[in-house]
């Protein structure tokens, strides 16, 4: 089955820097990669997701890289705020209404 | 904003014990899920759920555990009998036909004691 392996698993930038969380997946059937952000005590949100059909995707300050041949993916925030203090999981699936297997999480403190 | 609801939103039971945890998905979705986790952990797979029948499930999803739709708005989890390690947070989420995009219900958290 998939494993999905994370790093790193804690995080901690000065606000305004930059924040990346890097992934890797076994499975090369998997097609989608989602990234879940969960505060404490709350359900995972989902805040961007990729298809292994692009390279890369962009929502305002979150970006999304995917390197299908060497089965990576990594999350990009800029510009960080206190607000993005959280624990972020990626996740890969073969998007059939399968299994999604999640990484460890990575717990990101942003200091103001 | 449609959203998954679950009930309770925390169970308490006592070892041995028969537990329901209660899912409503967004009312168009077609595919269910189960996840859990565990304190400090990552989020785990259980099952997934689509035209009244499993999809897959986990090395987790034992024969302790089952799941249901016993309506057109319910999808349910039982766990049969449960075990100490059974306690954890439990997670439904739902998605769409032709998306793969899961929205995660807030959770019910389950304390066995």
């Known amino acids: 089955g998939e494993n999905v392996e994370q790093h790193p698993s804690t995080l901690s930038v000065q606000e305004g820097d930059s924040a990346v969380i890097k992934c890797t997946y076994s499975?090369?059937?998997?097609?989608?990669f989602p990234w879940y952000k969960q505060e404490l005590g709350k359900r995972p949100q989902l805040i961007i997701d990729?298809?292994?059909?692009?390279g890369e995707k962009k929502d305002q300050r979150i970006a999304v890289t995917l390197n299908k041949t060497a089965k990576h993916f990594s999350l990009h925030i800029t510009e960080t705020q206190p607000e993005d203090s959280a624990v972020y999981f990626c996740?890969?699936?073969?998007?059939?209404?399968?299994?999604?297997?999640f990484g460890a999480g990575t717990r990101l403190t942003v200091k103001p | 904003e449609p959203e998954v609801t679950q009930t309770p939103s925390h169970q308490v039971t006592q070892m041995g014990q028969e537990v329901i945890l209660r899912c409503v998905p967004i009312?168009?979705?077609?595919?269910f899920y189960w996840y859990r986790q565990i304190l400090g952990q990552k989020v785990e797979f259980l099952v997934s759920?689509?035209?009244?029948?499993?999809?897959?499930k986990s090395e987790i999803f034992d024969d302790q555990f089952s799941v249901e739709r016993p309506d057109g708005s319910n999808f349910t989890l039982k766990i049969r009998s449960t075990k100490l390690e059974d306690s954890a947070m439990y997670f439904c989420?739902?998605?769409?036909?032709?998306?793969?995009?899961?929205?995660f219900g807030p959770g019910t958290r389950l304390t066995v004691l």
């Open positions: 499975d090369s059937a998997s097609n989608y």
């Open positions: 009312s168009n979705h077609l595919y």
């Open positions: 990729i298809r292994s059909n692009v």
């Open positions: 759920f689509y035209n009244n029948e499993i999809s897959e």
């Open positions: 989420a739902s998605s769409a036909q032709g998306t793969d995009t899961q929205y």
């Open positions: 996740a890969a699936s073969d998007g059939r209404g399968g299994d999604m297997r």
